[in-house]
């Protein structure tokens, strides 16, 4: 089973953050699990990132938080 998540908590960029150690243990439940994160490019632009084996956040660095609402 897959599961596709979508939030706006930018601590999952954060290596060992209580955030990012909670969706491991989520994705652990799943054959796969993508995290789709809204971000202002503004903030810190980030990258795909696979947090765990079956885990990946993919980033939507926005340009601001018009264009991540509007979304």
């Given at each position: 089973?897959?599961?596709?998540?979508?939030?706006?908590?930018?601590?999952?960029?954060?290596e060992g953050s209580p955030v990012r150690n909670r969706?491991?243990?989520?994705?652990?439940?799943?054959?796969?699990?993508?995290?789709?994160?809204?971000?202002?490019?503004?903030?810190?632009?980030?990258?795909?990132?696979?947090?765990?084996?079956?885990?990946?956040?993919?980033?939507?660095?926005?340009?601001n938080k018009l264009f991540y609402k509007l979304c």
């Amino acid at each position: 089973m897959f599961l596709i998540s979508i939030g706006t908590d930018r601590k999952i960029f954060e290596e060992g953050s209580p955030v990012r150690n909670r969706q491991v243990e989520y994705g652990s439940l799943f054959d796969t699990t993508h995290i789709v994160v809204w971000n202002e490019r503004n903030k810190g632009e980030f990258g795909l990132i696979n947090i765990s084996k079956n885990v990946f956040v993919h980033p939507t660095n926005s340009k601001n938080k018009l264009f991540y609402k509007l979304c």
